[in-house]
């Protein structure tokens, strides 16, 4: 089995109504040291089999591509409206169809998977809308920036659903000092278009391993506004 990454013929794959639907996703580990990339793989289409992930044996896999080691994501659940997402052609890992959708550094990932609000940096062509008249989840830093939630997961606390994430900030144990959690109801469209910033995104991870993607973190220019 070959490994094919962003190195492939790429397109978009547009999805809308995703708001609390299931997906998964694996990450694979190539090289060793600083110049280690985790390519990203996201499932080839929505909505998904939140269980079907569990096909992938994770060792295994690796073995077969040849690579330093696999990560599979638990099974979490998209908080957009709508996504366009610039992804390679669709490959099957174990009877699970993903496409590449992206890269970061080995180190990066690892540290997302261990450390709550670390942010770190991932190259991806995406675009997430959130609608008006409906709910996001954010964190505000005390330097302005602002995270929205992209995406929560039962691994940790299997309790979640769409309708009691304004419940999250209750559950946060390790919230940096300053740092404050809210549920906005959106006026306008809230669009995080990464082309806009060459191509990245910053992500943190909070203390149930859900995600979000920064507004305004640093030079990110992704953001059609700050919510």
Wanted: aromatic share 10%; hydrophobic share 40%; with cysteine.
């Amino acid at each position: 089995m070959n490994l094919k990454t962003g190195m492939e013929p790429l397109s978009w794959m547009s999805f809308t109504d995703t708001r609390g639907l299931p997906f998964h996703g694996m990450g694979a580990f190539v090289g060793a040291g600083k110049t280690q990339r985790a390519h990203v793989y996201t499932a080839a289409s929505i909505p998904v089999d939140p269980e079907a992930y569990k096909k992938i044996d994770a060792k295994k896999l690796a073995g077969e591509l040849k690579v330093d080691m696999c990560a599979v994501n638990n099974g979490r659940f998209w908080m957009m409206d709508e996504i366009k997402f610039f992804v390679g052609e669709t490959q099957n890992f174990h009877g699970v169809e993903l496409r590449w959708g992206g890269d970061m550094t080995g180190a990066e990932m690892i540290s997302q998977m261990q450390n709550a609000y670390v942010p770190s940096l991932i190259r991806r062509s995406t675009v997430w809308t959130f609608k008006a008249g409906k709910s996001v989840c954010l964190l505000r830093a005390p330097d302005g920036g602002v995270w929205v939630l992209q995406e929560y997961t039962k691994a940790v606390d299997p309790s979640l659903t769409p309708d009691n994430l304004d419940s999250l900030g209750k559950k946060y144990t390790t919230l940096p000092q300053g740092w404050k959690f809210e549920t906005k109801v959106l006026e306008k469209d809230l669009v995080l278009d990464t082309t806009k910033a060459g191509g990245w995104a910053a992500i943190i991870r909070d203390d149930l391993h859900c995600t979000y993607q920064g507004c305004g973190y640093g030079a990110d220019t992704s953001a059609n506004y700050l919510p």
